[in-house]
Nanobody
């Protein structure tokens, strides 16, 4: 059974940093992509970042490029999202998601419909 558990959310001041963790179980990272999404109140869930094991690439939404960094520790089956220079508009529930995306996959990597497995989410609040 695939399970994803997020942690590391909390309250941070604008300009500060947080690191989110996504601990995965029930599968190995080979051929999987792990994505981070967020959903602010009253808004749709949006893709933030993704790391693909198959092609060893990372993807970022324009809104977080240069501020957020995604990484993985395959030995621990854990993916991290380091968030820096945070802004109040980063406030949201952050979810990690997983899906098999083998070499040659030509999708976006940052669309909600591309993922079948989801964690429960962790709240991130950035105060101004």
């Amino acid at each position: 059974e695939v399970q994803l558990v997020e942690s590391g959310g909390g309250l941070v001041q604008a300009g500060g940093s947080l690191r989110l963790s996504c601990a995965a179980s029930g599968f190995t990272f080979d051929d999987y992509a792990i994505g981070w999404f967020r959903q602010a109140p009253g808004k749709e869930r949006e893709g933030v970042s993704c790391i693909s094991s198959s092609n060893v690439r990372t993807y970022y939404a324009d809104s977080v490029k240069g501020r957020f960094t995604i990484s993985s520790d395959n030995a621990k089956n854990t993916v991290y999202l380091q968030m820096s220079s945070m802004k109040p508009e980063d406030t949201a529930v952050y979810y990690c998601a997983a899906e098999i995306m083998p070499v040659g996959y030509s999708g976006s990597y940052l669309q909600e419909y591309e993922y079948d497995y989801w964690g429960q989410g962790t709240q991130v609040t950035v105060s101004s």
